[in-house]
């Protein structure tokens, strides 16, 4: 009885940290921008202004969701099976938003010679200190689902066939 208690105390607080990982890469990416003038031009960034910074925002604000309501299910039930495999699809999710973000977040920082894009971020230090910070905390979630995924797994699968 008392090691099922841990594995529900060890998962709430792995599916609790990935809630505010998750949630804090939605909010902060999603309140990033910044506007500047450069050579008596306005120019305007907003994480809205690039799709995968758009899907970065959905996927994490997705996840946090998700890992709320699974803070309020049961440990014990016959839906664990498919949380596990949620959790899987979650995971995924989460690493290709944080990849489609990277090589923009990349993009905006370096540029691209070969493509003839400047980088961004020498005339909007704030927005890219906001993205990497979104991103930062992006990664975060995702390293802690890769570690509830696991540990959900081996609770799960491993522990009670022993």
């Given at each position: 009885m008392m090691a099922k208690n841990t594995d529900r105390i060890c998962s709430l607080v792995l599916r609790l940290l990935a809630f505010g990982a998750?949630?804090?890469?939605?909010i902060v990416m999603a309140t990033s921008h910044e506007r500047t003038t450069y050579f008596s031009v306005s120019v305007e960034a907003?994480?809205?202004h690039t799709p995968a910074f758009k899907y970065f925002v959905i996927a994490n604000a997705i996840g946090s969701a998700y890992s709320f309501l699974l803070l309020f299910?049961?440990?014990?039930?016959?839906?664990w099976p498919l949380v596990i495999a949620s959790d899987v699809v979650i995971t995924m999710f989460l690493t290709s938003s944080i990849s489609a973000a990277l090589?923009?977040?990349y993009v905006g920082k370096k540029g691209n010679s070969y493509a003839g894009?400047?980088?961004?971020c020498d005339q909007?230090?704030?927005?890219?200190?906001?993205?990497s910070g979104a991103l930062a905390a992006g990664f975060i979630g995702v390293?802690?689902?890769m570690v509830l995924l696991?540990?959900?797994i081996y609770t799960k699968c491993c522990k009670s066939s022993s």
């Amino acid at each position: 009885m008392m090691a099922k208690n841990t594995d529900r105390i060890c998962s709430l607080v792995l599916r609790l940290l990935a809630f505010g990982a998750t949630l804090s890469a939605a909010i902060v990416m999603a309140t990033s921008h910044e506007r500047t003038t450069y050579f008596s031009v306005s120019v305007e960034a907003k994480y809205s202004h690039t799709p995968a910074f758009k899907y970065f925002v959905i996927a994490n604000a997705i996840g946090s969701a998700y890992s709320f309501l699974l803070l309020f299910l049961p440990s014990h039930g016959s839906l664990w099976p498919l949380v596990i495999a949620s959790d899987v699809v979650i995971t995924m999710f989460l690493t290709s938003s944080i990849s489609a973000a990277l090589s923009i977040a990349y993009v905006g920082k370096k540029g691209n010679s070969y493509a003839g894009w400047l980088p961004i971020c020498d005339q909007v230090p704030n927005y890219c200190h906001h993205v990497s910070g979104a991103l930062a905390a992006g990664f975060i979630g995702v390293v802690l689902y890769m570690v509830l995924l696991q540990y959900s797994i081996y609770t799960k699968c491993c522990k009670s066939s022993s």
